[in-house]
């Protein structure tokens, strides 16, 4: 470049410039090698020239003005352009020429491996679009993606309709005193009917390549988009080695992130930033797609895992007794007494007789100094903190495996739901001073409860529960933990949790920590390790079935859905393989304006998708979560057409608020359907789905209680209800009501009044038998019922035989119950006595009875709990006597 001047102008943020002109400065460049090179000779002449200058002032304006004009004319820098601008101009050329093609890709990441790894890896921060596990080397998995000419890179452009690809090759450059390997990458999506065809070029650049770890920073730029120059998005792959998995193959861990950087500010940043998240979420769900037909996910590895080979590890003790003990005693306790008592013993061995002393006598040895004495009391409080420890551990040996399910066959044929519990870990301590936890699994109407863990807040469970064949697959399960504290106790919830089976994979589900929610849980960040498997022991024949009960619901013929679109309905809501469709139907979505969808039916879940001019709607609702559907009359604002509302439980749904029309004031969400092309052939589907659901789970709660009590309620009959005589029985509660005996007698009739006052107090589903005489004056009857959540937090149902008889003192009558409860934890343990002693008083033989009600527990075997549960039952069944009889009084006076 000749020697030219140039003007220096001020910044433009700079405003008390007195003067545009900042005066001149005189710039010459020489380019070694290039072809429009400055002589040498021409640079000694410059500087000749510049030494006899003494002033700039002494160079003819003219001059200058034709310099600068020619320069303008050969780079075409603007007059008010900066000297670093003609400068980087110069030098990103010298960069081009020093680039160099790279003759192989091994040679690319031999070149990366021995350069010095860029920075630019800790310092990116996006949002992850893809995250996934392949069972692959890592350095394999790097070449499939960019390697040239690669086959994936092949099938990617066909699946995504890309065409004009032009690929460069890997070239090494100097990039900040650093070497370098990148190439460049242009192509053209084609249209579709939302969008143009759009250029699009990219520039891959390896920040990290030691062999197996590799990370790629692309820049995306898209010109011809909207704003297109305003902005560019940069993404990082990242391959890194995988976890190990049962198999011993080598796994690799694929995480893709994005980033938006904009060039210059917009008013469009907010829509761009969310048209770029949709477009890309979008564009590697298919990347992802066919990457898995050319490497295997590990996920679907873990899934074809054998889950016995699973389980199994569970189901053997992993330490000896020898073992747990040496890892329970070695603690400053234990250790202090043994050094003690070895100490203790030596001097015994080492001392001699003393004489008596004081007030001592042959074999009475008393301190003779406060310092003995302290000793001693030292002694004694060690020696019994480490007694205590050990029986404690002796008992919780002993207890282990006794009050739990454990691991049994599963009875009919469906969904078979095994859930393994392995351990909790931070488990928030508890009010009182020992933490007994256990956990209680629900799903479809069932209930399952782990084993009592002794004192501790990391519990190691070990155990497998299974729960009985369902019908449909189940959606949800509940885990809830609580402390042990009887079975009458208002169980105090340490921490829930809910796992959705259509929100996890298979492989998320076979081991897997979940957090449990609640102010201690989160407190402590309390977590549970479980194991879940959901399988089907029907095969490909539950569609068929499960269509065929359904016809009969709807009265109309129902056909299995194509492979193509149940694949569609799956990857389109992100549900698993096992979710199939049932039917789809053209419908509105009624909010501010009807947005006009489809919405799809299937087993366990109900979706709506739209797509208004590639602003997606999208979610789906458990029915489970549905509390009722109702028909809602034409009317204008549903354009003449009749509307089915769907009312949510209360807090249930909130991932799909953003579709509904209204939230009522105890916090259910509506969502209204309207505009069906057959309404009543929709409407009759959509409600034999949700009524067929809701019966699935009430029927399997019944069946569930039936089966388990059945064999224990033929013995109750047969079983005498005079055992009592062999139980320790204490009074509960004692009264005396100005209430006549016979109309007291009332609450043990079985009329209206007995399942009224039962009901006030607890005891749902009341039912008796009728008196039958079992020996001359006297009666026997069986009454069962459930407790409510108040009563008892397992819901516990009650069998209970009675017997009725003349009292042996005074007039009156003596009421023996003998109740036996079940689906509690330890409730094959013991049983429940209660009698009631009615007499009338002598005193007045009309108007007044007095009441006596004790109560006693049966042992049938030995539990650490017997004092804690006799304890719990003592106090509820005496606070449930009084209600009793103080509601009797109020009801039999109203009646007078």
Same mark, same amino acid.
């Given at each position: 470049?000749?020697?030219?001047? =140039?003007?220096?102008?001020? @910044?433009?943020?700079?405003?008390?410039?007195?003067?545009?002109?900042?005066?001149?400065?005189?710039?010459?460049?020489?380019?070694?090698?290039?072809?429009?090179?400055?002589?040498?000779?021409?640079?000694?002449?410059?500087?000749?020239?510049?030494?006899?200058?003494?002033?700039?002032?002494?160079?003819?304006?003219?001059?200058?003005?034709?310099?600068?004009?020619?320069?303008?004319?050969?780079?075409?820098?603007?007059?008010?352009?900066?000297?670093?601008?003609?400068?980087?101009?110069?030098?990103?050329?010298?960069?081009? #020429?020093?680039?160099?093609?790279?003759?192989?890709?091994?040679?690319?990441?031999?070149?990366?491996?021995?350069?010095?790894?860029?920075?630019?890896?800790?310092?990116?921060?996006?949002?992850?679009?893809?995250?996934?596990?392949?069972?692959?080397?890592? @350095?394999?998995?790097?070449?499939?993606?960019? $390697?040239?000419? #690669?086959?994936?890179?092949?099938?990617?452009?066909?699946?995504?309709?890309?065409?004009?690809?032009?690929?460069?090759?890997?070239?090494?450059?100097?990039?900040?005193?650093?070497?370098?390997?990148?190439?460049?990458?242009?192509?053209?999506?084609?249209?579709?009917? =939302?969008?143009?065809?759009?250029?699009?070029?990219?520039?891959?650049?390896?920040?990290?390549? /030691?062999?197996?770890?590799?990370?790629?920073?692309?820049?995306?730029?898209?010109?011809?988009?909207?704003?297109?120059?305003?902005?560019?998005?940069?993404?990082?792959?990242?391959?890194?080695?995988?976890?190990?998995?049962?198999?011993?193959?080598?796994?690799?861990?694929?995480?893709?992130?994005?980033?938006?950087?904009?060039?210059?500010?917009?008013?469009?940043?907010?829509?761009?930033?969310?048209?770029?998240?949709?477009?890309?979420?979008?564009?590697?769900?298919?990347?992802?797609?066919?990457?898995?037909?050319?490497?295997?996910?590990?996920?679907?590895?873990?899934?074809?895992?054998?889950?016995?080979?699973?389980?199994?590890?569970?189901?053997?003790?992993?330490?000896?007794?020898?073992?747990?003990?040496?890892?329970?005693?070695?603690?400053?306790?234990?250790?202090?007494?043994?050094?003690?008592?070895?100490?203790?013993?030596? &001097?015994?061995?080492?001392?001699?007789?003393?004489?008596?002393?004081?007030?001592?006598?042959?074999?009475?040895?008393?301190? /003779?100094?406060?310092?003995?004495?302290?000793?001693?009391?030292?002694?004694?409080?060690?020696?019994?903190?480490?007694?205590?420890?050990?029986?404690?551990?002796?008992?919780?040996? +002993?207890?282990?495996?006794?009050?739990?399910?454990?691991?049994?066959?599963? &009875?009919?044929?469906?969904?078979?739901?095994?859930?393994?519990?392995?351990?909790?870990?931070?488990?928030?301590? =508890?009010?009182?001073?020992?933490?007994?936890?256990?956990?209680?699994?629900?799903?479809?109407?069932?209930?399952?409860?782990?084993?009592?863990?002794?004192?501790?807040?990391?519990?190691?469970?070990?155990?497998?529960?299974?729960?009985?064949?369902?019908?449909?697959?189940?959606?949800?399960?509940?885990?809830?933990?609580?402390?042990?504290?009887?079975?009458?106790?208002?169980?105090?919830?340490?921490?829930?949790?809910?796992?959705? =089976?259509?929100?996890?994979?298979?492989?998320?589900?076979?081991?897997?920590?979940?957090?449990?929610?609640? $102010?201690?849980?989160?407190?402590?960040? #309390?977590?549970? &390790?479980?194991?879940?498997?959901?399988?089907?022991?029907?095969?490909?024949?539950?569609? @068929? &079935?499960?269509?065929?009960?359904?016809?009969?619901?709807? %009265?109309?013929?129902?056909?299995?859905?194509?492979?193509?679109?149940?694949?569609?309905?799956? $990857?389109?809501?992100?549900?698993?393989?096992?979710?199939?469709?049932?039917?789809?139907?053209?419908?509105?979505?009624?909010? @501010?304006?009807?947005?006009? %969808?489809?919405?799809?039916?299937?087993?366990?879940?109900?979706?709506?998708?739209?797509?208004?001019?590639?602003?997606?709607?999208?979610?789906?609702?458990?029915?489970?979560?549905?509390?009722?559907?109702?028909?809602?009359?034409?009317?204008?604002?549903?354009?003449?057409?009749?509307?089915?509302?769907?009312?949510?439980?209360? %807090?249930?749904?909130?991932?799909?608020?953003?579709?509904?029309?209204?939230?009522?004031?105890?916090?259910?969400?509506?969502?209204?359907?309207?505009?069906?092309?057959?309404?009543?052939?929709?409407?009759?589907?959509?409600?034999?789905?949700?009524?067929?659901?809701?019966?699935?789970?009430?029927?399997?709660?019944?069946?569930?209680?039936?089966?388990?009590?059945?064999?224990?309620?033929?013995?109750?009959?047969?079983?005498?209800?005079?055992?009592?005589?062999?139980?320790?029985? /204490?009074?509960?509660?004692?009264?005396?009501?100005?209430?006549?005996?016979?109309? +007291?007698?009332?609450?043990?009739?079985?009329?209206?009044?007995?399942?009224?006052?039962?009901?006030?107090?607890?005891?749902?589903?009341?039912?008796?038998?009728?008196?039958?005489?079992?020996?001359?004056?006297?009666?026997?009857?069986?009454?069962?019922?459930?407790?409510?959540?108040?009563?008892?937090?397992?819901?516990?149902?009650?069998?209970?035989?009675?017997?009725? #008889?003349?009292?042996?003192?005074?007039?009156?009558?003596?009421?023996?119950?003998?109740?036996?409860?079940?689906?509690?934890?330890?409730?094959?343990?013991?049983?429940?006595?209660?009698?009631?002693?009615?007499?009338?008083?002598?005193?007045?033989?009309?108007?007044?009875?007095?009441?006596?009600?004790?109560? %006693?527990?049966?042992?049938?075997?030995?539990?650490?709990?017997?004092?804690?549960?006799?304890?719990?039952?003592?106090?509820?069944?005496?606070?449930?006597?009084?209600?009793?009889?103080? +509601?009797?009084?109020?009801?039999?006076?109203?009646?007078?």
């Amino acid at each position: 470049m000749p020697p030219t001047w =140039f003007s220096l102008r001020p @910044k433009p943020n700079v405003h008390n410039m007195r003067t545009k002109d900042c005066g001149k400065i005189l710039l010459s460049l020489s380019l070694t090698g290039r072809n429009n090179y400055v002589e040498a000779s021409n640079l000694l002449d410059v500087d000749i020239e510049l030494e006899n200058s003494s002033s700039m002032d002494t160079i003819d304006s003219a001059e200058v003005k034709r310099s600068i004009d020619s320069l303008e004319a050969e780079t075409s820098v603007k007059h008010g352009d900066s000297i670093k601008q003609v400068i980087d101009l110069v030098t990103d050329d010298i960069y081009a #020429s020093t680039s160099t093609t790279v003759s192989t890709f091994e040679e690319a990441l031999e070149i990366m491996r021995s350069s010095n790894q860029s920075e630019a890896l800790e310092s990116f921060q996006g949002d992850v679009v893809i995250t996934k596990t392949y069972i692959v080397d890592a @350095k394999d998995l790097n070449s499939l993606l960019f $390697k040239p000419n #690669s086959e994936f890179m092949s099938n990617l452009r066909e699946f995504q309709g890309i065409s004009c690809y032009v690929e460069g090759p890997w070239t090494q450059s100097m990039e900040e005193d650093s070497l370098c390997v990148t190439r460049t990458i242009s192509y053209t999506k084609n249209s579709t009917k =939302f969008a143009k065809s759009v250029k699009t070029m990219e520039e891959q650049k390896y920040l990290k390549a /030691d062999g197996k770890n590799f990370a790629i920073l692309a820049k995306v730029c898209t010109p011809e988009v909207p704003f297109g120059d305003c902005f560019e998005v940069f993404l990082l792959y990242k391959i890194t080695p995988g976890p190990e998995i049962l198999s011993g193959e080598p796994t690799s861990k694929l995480v893709i992130s994005y980033n938006v950087e904009f060039k210059q500010t917009t008013v469009m940043k907010g829509m761009i930033e969310t048209s770029v998240h949709h477009g890309l979420k979008e564009n590697f769900e298919g990347y992802a797609d066919v990457l898995s037909r050319f490497v295997k996910s590990a996920e679907s590895s873990v899934h074809s895992l054998d889950k016995d080979q699973l389980l199994a590890p569970l189901l053997a003790d992993h330490q000896s007794n020898i073992e747990l003990a040496i890892k329970y005693f070695c603690n400053f306790t234990i250790i202090s007494v043994i050094v003690m008592g070895i100490y203790v013993v030596a &001097h015994i061995v080492l001392s001699e007789s003393d004489v008596t002393k004081g007030l001592e006598f042959g074999g009475l040895d008393l301190p /003779d100094s406060f310092g003995e004495l302290v000793t001693s009391g030292i002694l004694i409080l060690q020696m019994k903190r480490a007694f205590s420890m050990i029986s404690h551990f002796v008992q919780a040996r +002993l207890r282990k495996g006794i009050d739990h399910h454990g691991f049994k066959t599963t &009875h009919g044929d469906g969904w078979l739901l095994t859930v393994a519990l392995i351990e909790g870990i931070n488990l928030p301590p =508890f009010i009182s001073d020992t933490l007994d936890p256990y956990v209680m699994l629900s799903c479809n109407g069932m209930t399952k409860t782990s084993s009592v863990q002794l004192q501790t807040q990391d519990p190691q469970w070990n155990e497998v529960i299974q729960f009985d064949a369902m019908q449909e697959p189940p959606s949800v399960l509940d885990v809830e933990l609580f402390n042990f504290d009887g079975p009458f106790d208002q169980q105090f919830s340490l921490g829930h949790a809910e796992i959705n =089976f259509l929100k996890h994979t298979a492989s998320e589900l076979a081991d897997m920590w979940v957090p449990l929610e609640g $102010k201690l849980a989160q407190a402590c960040q #309390s977590q549970l &390790h479980l194991r879940v498997f959901l399988e089907n022991s029907r095969g490909p024949e539950t569609i @068929k &079935h499960y269509l065929t009960k359904m016809e009969k619901e709807v %009265g109309k013929k129902l056909s299995i859905q194509s492979p193509h679109k149940n694949s569609a309905f799956q $990857k389109l809501f992100g549900l698993p393989a096992e979710e199939y469709l049932i039917k789809d139907y053209s419908c509105s979505l009624k909010k @501010k304006i009807p947005l006009q %969808g489809r919405l799809f039916v299937s087993a366990r879940v109900v979706g709506f998708y739209a797509n208004l001019f590639g602003h997606k709607t999208r979610f789906f609702l458990l029915w489970e979560d549905i509390e009722d559907i109702q028909v809602v009359a034409p009317s204008l604002a549903t354009m003449g057409s009749p509307a089915l509302l769907l009312i949510l439980k209360s %807090g249930r749904g909130m991932e799909a608020r953003h579709g509904a029309k209204s939230q009522d004031e105890e916090g259910r969400l509506n969502f209204m359907f309207h505009s069906f092309v057959s309404f009543n052939t929709a409407c009759r589907t959509i409600k034999a789905l949700w009524r067929s659901k809701a019966l699935e789970q009430r029927s399997k709660l019944q069946e569930e209680q039936e089966g388990d009590d059945k064999s224990d309620n033929q013995s109750d009959v047969t079983e005498s209800v005079s055992s009592e005589e062999d139980v320790a029985m /204490d009074e509960a509660y004692s009264v005396e009501l100005p209430i006549h005996i016979e109309s +007291l007698m009332e609450i043990f009739s079985g009329s209206n009044l007995e399942t009224k006052i039962m009901s006030k107090v607890g005891c749902l589903d009341y039912s008796v038998s009728p008196w039958e005489a079992v020996q001359p004056n006297a009666f026997k009857r069986q009454v069962s019922y459930k407790f409510n959540r108040y009563m008892s937090i397992f819901g516990s149902e009650v069998i209970s035989n009675q017997l009725k #008889s003349p009292s042996l003192v005074g007039n009156g009558w003596t009421i023996n119950d003998v109740m036996s409860l079940h689906n509690v934890p330890f409730g094959d343990h013991f049983k429940v006595h209660l009698k009631y002693e009615i007499q009338r008083l002598e005193a007045d033989l009309s108007s007044t009875s007095r009441c006596h009600i004790y109560v %006693g527990v049966e042992w049938l075997k030995k539990t650490k709990f017997k004092k804690r549960i006799t304890k719990n039952i003592f106090d509820k069944l005496a606070h449930r006597s009084k209600e009793i009889f103080e +509601l009797a009084e109020r009801e039999l006076a109203s009646l007078t």
